[in-house]
Structure formats: C-alpha cells, structure tokens
C-alpha cells in the first residue's frame, strides 16, 4: 500500500474497484493467466488493422474522383499488399520470437539508431492510431444522429480515451476480454452486409459487368492509360491506412500465449483474411452502388442506407443502427493497439536507454503505467487540437507507419542477403521482404508526397523532434554511466587500500565466520545492485562512523520492469542476480571484519518493499540506522527528475512518517 493509500484508505478501495487489486508476482501461472491466445490476440492486437477497413478504403475511394469502377483494382492491389507485408511479418516473427515490432527489427538488423528512428515514429503513430481510431468511432456513431447533435462528437471521443485509459490500468486481458462482444458483433454485422450486398448485385450479374466494362472504358478515354493509372496508383496510396495495424502482432509477442511464434501466426493469418475480406468487400461494394461522399456520415453508412433502402424501415435502421454502432465501439476497442504496443515500444526503448528509465516500470496491475498514461494525455491533446477530425489525422496517420514499415523490411533484407547460402529457401525469404520494401517505400514517398502539403509535415517535425529528444536522452544516459563507473572503480580502489592498510584488518581471518555483534549498532543500507552508489556509501559510514556500526545488513530490491517479466525463467533469472548482489556486499563486510547480512525481494514499488522489510527489521534491531546514497549532478537540468528516480526521497518521506532514521549521503556527479 502507497503512503497515500495509508493516508486515505478511501483512495486503497477505490483503486481496488477501478483499477484492481495487486497481482502476485510470485504467482508461477500468473504469465499463463494473464497471456493471449490467438482469438484474443485477434481482438487486442488485430483491432487496429480491421477497423482500418472504417477509414483506409473510404480514404481510397475519395481519390478516385469519381470514377468509381476503378475501386476493384485498388482493391485488388490493396489485398496483395496486406498478404505481402502480413506474410513478411511473419518472417519477422519467426526471427524475433520475443518480439520483433520494428524497433527491435531496426536496432538488431541495422543499427541502434534506425531502431530508435523506427521506434520514435511507431510511439507516434500509436498516438495517432488511439486518437484517429476513437474519432472514427465518434464519427459513426454520430452518423445516425442528427447535424445538430454534432457538437457532442468531440466530447464523446474524448471520454471514450479515459474509459480506454482506466482498462489498460486494470490489464490487458480484461480489457481486451471485456470488449469481446463488440468485435463479434462487428465482424458478424460487416461479413452479412457485404456479402448481401454483392449478392444483390449479382443477381444481375451481366448487367453489372457491362456497366463496370463501360465504366473503366470511359475512365481511359477521358485521363488516358497513364492517368488512369496515376489515379489508381495514388488511391492506393492515400488507402494506405488500411495497413496500419498489421505489425501489431509481432510487436505484442510478449503477451502471447506459449508457444508464442504458433499464437502469433495464427492471429496474423486471421487478421489478413479478415481484413482483406473487409477491404475487398467494402470497395466492391462502393464501386457496385456508386456510393456518394457524404459530409455528415461515413461512406460506410452511405452504403449501409443504399443497401437497405427497400428493407422495412423498423428492420433497416435497426441493422444499421445495430452495425454502426458496433463500428464505432470496435474502433474504440482498435484504440487498444495503441494503448498496448505503444507503451511497449516505449519500455523497450526506456531499457535501451532512448527514453526515461521509469517508462520500463510496471504497476502493481504488472502493466507499464506510465506508458499507458503518456499514450493517453498526448491523445486527448492531440484530439483536442485537431477537433476529433479524421480527414487531418488520416494526413498524420500514414506516414510514420510507413517509416517502420520501410526500415523493418530492408532490415529483413539485409538480413537474408547476409545469411544467403546459409538458411534454407532464403531466395524466397528475401523476395517476400523485398516486395514488401518496394511496396512500402512506394507508399512511403507517395503519401509524404501527396500529404505533405496537407498537413504531413507536421507528423515529420514531431517525429524529428521525438528523435533529438531520444538522441540528447541517449548522451545523457551515456555519460552518466561512464561518471558511475568512475565512481564503482574509486570506491573498489578505496576498498582495496582499506583493507591493505587497515591494521586491525586480520588478512587471515575467516570472513564467512564474522559473527552478529549484539553489543554494537547495526548499519542497514539500501543499495539498487552491485555498484559505485552501495559501495560508495558502504565506505562514507567507516569514514564519518568509524567505530560505531559492526554490523551491516544491505537490502537489495529488485524492481521488476517490462525486460524482465517477460516469463517465468527471465524473473528466475533475475531473482538469482538479486541474491548475487546481495552476497557479494556481504563479503565486503566480512572483509573489513564486520558482521555481514544481505536480505532481498522483488516487486514494483521499490518503497513499499523496503518499507515492509524495515517494519519487520526495526522491531528485531532497534538499535539500528538506514543509509542510502542519491545521484547529484553539478549542473542540474530541467528533464533531471524525469530521467533519474529519486526513489530515496520516497523512502525518507515514508520512514520520516514512522520516525525512522535514515541518512543520505550525496553522490555527486560531475
């Protein structure tokens, strides 16, 4: 419980209702319970991708100018594009099977710093995959209400953003379990009304096939070839949301079921089928009925009007009241990618040490919080500003997905070339990933082109920005570890002549025989792992202390983040570093011929486990002080408290509270 809990005990009942209760860490099934499989993965991560079939087809057609015929062949390319890329991620998946999203695909296949440039524009496009996913939700829900009730559009949107931000704090299961419903009542509605309204069509099968004839005909009379050509070309292009979300799977490994590589192919195979039906569908569909853009409601509602238009009227606007909003819920459901891989991407990079360490945390829910509300402020911030519309965050949207699309398929590229003549059926490995690029570059350049008049710019400035933000975070990081080192190696040295020079140092004696002096006071440190901030504050109290403590008992915490809990052996693994750590600061005790005790756990929140093991300590020693060391820098700077944790002051403020000492010794840094 937080010291706030303590505080306010209504605030612990009320995170236990909307949030939930802690999850057991120690709970050896907890990764099975808390896992997808593939249908829910389906849901969770393939969301993105199918309700890109609301906007990225309707985006399509809009460029088509008219000539509405010409919608199957984009169509048909849109189809061979989504089995392409989703075909290539699957390679991705299969040589990444802890998680290959394109920042890691970028970091191992080129080099660190494309990694980083892909990971920067995936957390953006995220933000613009939760902000354009729930304004298209908006947008057809409000199609079946009235112009005047409009101005709610915003509003509604907005709060659908919190309602998504408190599921994602509860966990990824539940909140992707909870929203099943949704998606089988989407999928179940947009399957029927497509296949009617084909069907329909195809009862007078001739007719439409002259009409479709005459049409293309009369497009390549009136703008040649090459300008019917140039208009199909950029449809495409400008469709070029309907990928998005494809390389979802590969980047939420993590939370797919064992064995992870079969769970993620199998949601990868659903989500090109099903999209690709949608997609191809829906264009058919357009181009059969001629649908016409409308300024209040979406082409998707259009369609649904004109379809059922002879139904009864109860029947027809029951359906498609029924079907929107399924539509407009399962883009909010969509939003989840976002809110799932986004803070991910940014752990990743937090451990990597692009981004601010504290984004790699998790919660006592065993989700990365701070990455889940950073996704969901910028969001609503970036709603607000754009007014919830999905024509300017469609211009936004495209371009950084395709950045990450381009880098992860050259990286696969260049890691075929490299293995060529070592892997069996590399030549077809490499052509997959190969087509994948030029089509993916292809649409990168285009819609840059085309877009960034529009508006594209604006994702590009952000993106760059994000990028020297990353870059300067990176350098800061760097020198800081090269400055600890110094600080490890000082106080090693320190140690050394300590115990050289020491004359009641007995070099003979048995260290591991040092026995629990009751008569002196006891020391008890707290120390983040074997380093310059333990032994540096371990050699400060022989030196303003001298003669006082025996005794020293060094508490190590492990804090569990995103790297590490990833399954069931990388925490065991991690639980004997953290003992490691313990035994080796022992043995420095014992060499200075003090009594030596190092006591460990793990968990999210490092105050709370040192305070539950002080209250158990401070009865058994009374007689005792804790110490603790704190990184300062010479210069201080204003992104300082957000890099660094200040984890001791926690401490302090919660042991002053009880009225337990504890002494902090500066470690300066310069």
Same mark, same amino acid.
């Given at each position: 419980?937080?010291?706030?809990?303590?505080?306010?005990?209504?605030?612990?009942?009320?995170?236990?209702?909307?949030?939930?209760?802690?999850?057991?860490?120690?709970?050896?099934?907890?990764? /099975?319970?808390?896992?997808l499989?593939?249908?829910?993965?389906?849901?969770?991560?393939?969301?993105?991708?199918?309700?890109?079939?609301?906007?990225?087809?309707?985006?399509?057609?809009?460029?088509?100018?008219?000539?509405?015929?010409?919608?199957?062949f984009v169509?048909?390319?849109?189809?061979?594009?989504?089995?392409?890329?989703?075909?290539?991620?699957?390679?991705?998946?299969?040589?990444?099977? /802890?998680?290959?999203?394109?920042?890691?695909?970028?970091?191992?296949?080129?080099?660190?710093?494309?990694?980083?440039?892909?990971?920067?524009a995936?957390?953006?496009?995220?933000?613009?995959?939760?902000t354009?996913?729930?304004?298209?939700?908006?947008?057809?829900?409000?199609?079946?209400?009235?112009?005047?009730?409009?101005?709610?559009?915003?509003?509604?949107?907005?709060?659908? @953003?919190?309602?998504?931000?408190?599921?994602?704090?509860?966990? @990824?299961?539940?909140?992707?379990?909870?929203?099943?419903?949704?998606?089988?009542?989407?999928?179940?509605?947009?399957?029927?009304?497509?296949?009617?309204?084909?069907?329909?069509?195809?009862?007078?099968?001739?007719?439409?096939?002259?009409?479709?004839?005459?049409?293309?005909?009369?497009?390549?009379?009136?703008?040649?070839?090459?300008?019917?050509?140039?208009?199909?070309?950029?449809?495409?292009?400008?469709?070029?949301?309907?990928?998005?979300?494809?390389?979802?799977?590969?980047?939420?490994?993590?939370?797919?079921?064992?064995?992870?590589?079969?769970?993620?192919?199998?949601?990868m @195979?659903?989500?090109?089928?099903?999209?690709?039906?949608?997609?191809?569908?829906?264009?058919?569909?357009?181009?059969?009925?001629?649908?016409?853009?409308?300024? /209040?409601k979406?082409?998707?509602a259009?369609?649904?009007?004109?379809?059922?238009?002879?139904?009864?009227?109860?029947?027809?606007?029951?359906?498609?009241?029924?079907?929107?909003i399924?539509?407009?819920?399962?883009?909010?459901?969509?939003?989840?990618?976002?809110?799932?891989?986004?803070?991910?991407?940014?752990?990743?990079?937090?451990?990597?040490?692009?981004?601010?360490?504290?984004?790699?945390?998790?919660?006592?829910?065993?989700?990365?919080?701070?990455?889940?509300?950073?996704?969901?402020?910028?969001?609503?911030?970036?709603?607000?500003?754009?007014?919830?519309?999905?024509?300017?965050?469609?211009?936004?949207?495209?371009?950084? @997905?395709?950045?990450? *699309?381009?880098?992860?398929? !050259?990286?696969?590229?260049?890691?075929?070339?490299?293995?060529?003549?070592?892997?069996?059926?590399?030549?077809?490995?490499?052509?997959?990933?190969?087509?994948?690029?030029?089509?993916?570059?292809?649409?990168?350049?285009?819609?840059?082109?085309?877009?960034?008049g529009?508006?594209?710019?604006?994702?590009l400035?952000?993106?760059?920005?994000?990028?020297?933000?990353?870059?300067?975070?990176?350098?800061?990081?760097?020198?800081?570890?090269?400055?600890?080192?110094?600080?490890?190696?000082?106080a090693?040295?320190? !140690?050394?002549?300590?115990?050289?020079?020491?004359?009641?140092?007995?070099?003979?004696?048995?260290?591991?025989?040092?026995?629990?002096?009751?008569?002196?006071?006891?020391?008890?440190?707290?120390?983040?792992?074997?380093?310059?901030?333990?032994?540096?504050?371990?050699?400060?109290?022989?030196?303003?202390?001298?003669?006082?403590y025996?005794?020293?008992?060094?508490?190590?915490?492990?804090?569990?983040?995103?790297?590490?809990?990833?399954?069931?052996?990388?925490?065991?693994? *991690?639980k004997?570093?953290?003992?490691?750590?313990?035994?080796?600061?022992?043995?420095?005790?014992?060499?200075?011929?003090?009594?030596?005790?190092?006591?460990?756990?793990?968990?999210t929140?490092?105050?709370?486990?040192?305070?539950?093991?002080?209250?158990?300590?401070?009865?058994?020693?009374?007689?005792?002080?804790?110490?603790?060391?704190?990184?300062?820098?010479?210069?201080? *700077?204003?992104?300082?408290?957000?890099?660094?944790?200040?984890?001791?002051?926690?401490?302090?403020?919660?042991?002053?509270?009880?009225?337990?000492?504890?002494?902090?010794?500066?470690?300066?840094?310069?």
């Open positions: 419980m937080t010291e706030a809990e303590e505080s306010f005990p209504f605030l612990a009942r009320f995170k236990n209702i909307f949030i939930g209760r802690a999850k057991a860490i120690q709970d050896k099934s907890i990764f /099975h319970k808390l896992s499989v593939a249908f829910f993965a389906w849901i969770g991560l393939g969301a993105d991708g199918i309700t890109s079939s609301c906007y990225g087809p309707e985006e399509a057609f809009r460029n088509l100018q008219g000539h509405s015929m010409l919608a199957i169509g048909l390319g849109t189809v061979f594009t989504i089995f392409i890329i989703s075909t290539s991620y699957g390679q991705i998946i299969r040589l990444f099977p /802890h998680g290959g999203g394109g920042y890691l695909v970028g970091s191992k296949l080129l080099s660190p710093t494309v990694g980083m440039i892909s990971g920067c995936l957390i953006i496009d995220y933000v613009l995959t939760i354009i996913s729930v304004s298209s939700g908006s947008d057809a829900l409000f199609s079946f209400f009235p112009a005047s009730m409009q101005v709610y559009k915003l509003s509604v949107a907005i709060g659908g @953003v919190c309602l998504l931000i408190l599921l994602n704090l509860r966990g @990824v299961k539940e909140s992707v379990v909870s929203l099943t419903p949704i998606f089988v009542v989407f999928m179940a509605s947009h399957v029927f009304i497509i296949i009617y309204a084909i069907a329909i069509k195809a009862g007078d099968f001739q007719t439409v096939s002259i009409e479709t004839t005459n049409q293309v005909h009369a497009s390549i009379n009136q703008l040649g070839i090459w300008g019917t050509l140039f208009i199909i070309l950029k449809a495409y292009s400008m469709g070029a949301g309907t990928f998005t979300g494809i390389e979802a799977v590969s980047n939420g490994m993590p939370i797919l079921r064992e064995p992870k590589v079969k769970t993620a192919n199998k949601t @195979v659903l989500m090109a089928f099903s999209l690709s039906f949608l997609v191809m569908g829906l264009m058919v569909a357009y181009a059969l009925y001629n649908v016409q853009i409308s300024e /209040h979406t082409l998707n259009v369609l649904f009007d004109n379809v059922t238009a002879h139904w009864a009227p109860f029947w027809s606007k029951s359906f498609i009241l029924t079907t929107l399924s539509e407009a819920a399962l883009l909010f459901v969509a939003a989840q990618t976002g809110f799932i891989d986004g803070p991910r991407i940014m752990a990743n990079m937090a451990i990597d040490k692009w981004f601010p360490k504290k984004f790699a945390s998790l919660s006592d829910r065993l989700v990365t919080m701070n990455g889940v509300l950073l996704m969901g402020i910028s969001a609503i911030l970036l709603m607000a500003l754009s007014r919830g519309s999905v024509q300017l965050l469609v211009v936004l949207y495209s371009i950084n @997905v395709f950045i990450t *699309f381009s880098i992860s398929q !050259l990286g696969m590229v260049r890691h075929w070339w490299i293995e060529r003549g070592k892997l069996p059926h590399w030549r077809k490995k490499l052509s997959i990933n190969g087509i994948g690029f030029i089509l993916t570059t292809f649409i990168l350049i285009s819609v840059t082109i085309i877009k960034f529009e508006g594209g710019w604006i994702t400035v952000i993106t760059g920005l994000f990028i020297l933000v990353a870059i300067n975070i990176k350098k800061h990081y760097f020198k800081t570890a090269v400055r600890l080192q110094k600080v490890r190696q000082q090693l040295s320190e !140690l050394h002549e300590f115990v050289v020079h020491n004359p009641t140092y007995d070099q003979h004696k048995n260290p591991e025989k040092v026995k629990f002096n009751p008569d002196s006071k006891t020391a008890i440190i707290l120390v983040s792992g074997f380093g310059g901030t333990g032994l540096y504050t371990f050699l400060r109290i022989n030196e303003n202390f001298k003669g006082i025996q005794n020293y008992i060094f508490i190590r915490i492990g804090v569990i983040n995103s790297k590490i809990y990833r399954g069931s052996e990388e925490l065991e693994h *991690f004997h570093s953290v003992k490691d750590d313990g035994r080796k600061y022992e043995r420095i005790a014992n060499q200075f011929g003090f009594y030596g005790k190092s006591m460990w756990t793990i968990g929140d490092p105050v709370n486990e040192v305070y539950q093991i002080t209250k158990k300590l401070t009865r058994l020693l009374p007689n005792s002080t804790f110490f603790g060391g704190q990184l300062v820098f010479s210069k201080t *700077f204003f992104m300082s408290q957000l890099l660094h944790n200040h984890t001791i002051f926690s401490i302090q403020k919660r042991f002053f509270k009880f009225g337990i000492p504890i002494v902090i010794f500066p470690i300066k840094i310069e």
